[in-house]
């Protein structure tokens, strides 16, 4: 996965920068996963590392279109409302069983909108 990530990095930084995506990090110590949105998924991932304090690792992403804006948001709040008995703290859920649902959940409604 990894090198899959370093090969779309050229890709992602010359022409995702200016558009949305939703992304999900894991917390490679827990079982907790943050579901949200950035215009720079990397750089949000740096942040996050920095301000817990923990390892993080993206575990999976989708570019959505500039056009409509608020499609991110509206996945987003599917997401955080669907797992809301898993919520931990803010954007952050507790999946430890439940990892392949929201991964399936994911990929659904980002194909689907």
């Not at 990530?5 to 079982?31: G, M």
């Not at 575990?59 to 997401?79: G, S, V």
Request: with cysteine.
């Amino acid at each position: 996965m990894k090198k899959a990530l370093e090969e779309c990095w050229v890709w992602y930084k010359d022409t995702c920068l200016q558009n949305q995506a939703i992304y999900i990090i894991k917390n490679v110590n827990t079982s907790y996963y943050k579901i949200g949105i950035s215009k720079n998924i990397h750089r949000r991932l740096r942040q996050l590392e920095l301000q817990s304090g923990c390892k993080l690792q993206l575990t999976d992403w989708y570019l959505l279109d500039t056009n409509n804006p608020l499609k991110a948001k509206d996945i987003e709040q599917k997401l955080h409302s669907k797992y809301k008995k898993f919520n931990v703290i803010g954007e952050w859920f507790d999946l430890e069983n439940n990892i392949d649902n929201l991964l399936n959940d994911f990929i659904t409604l980002c194909d689907n909108y």
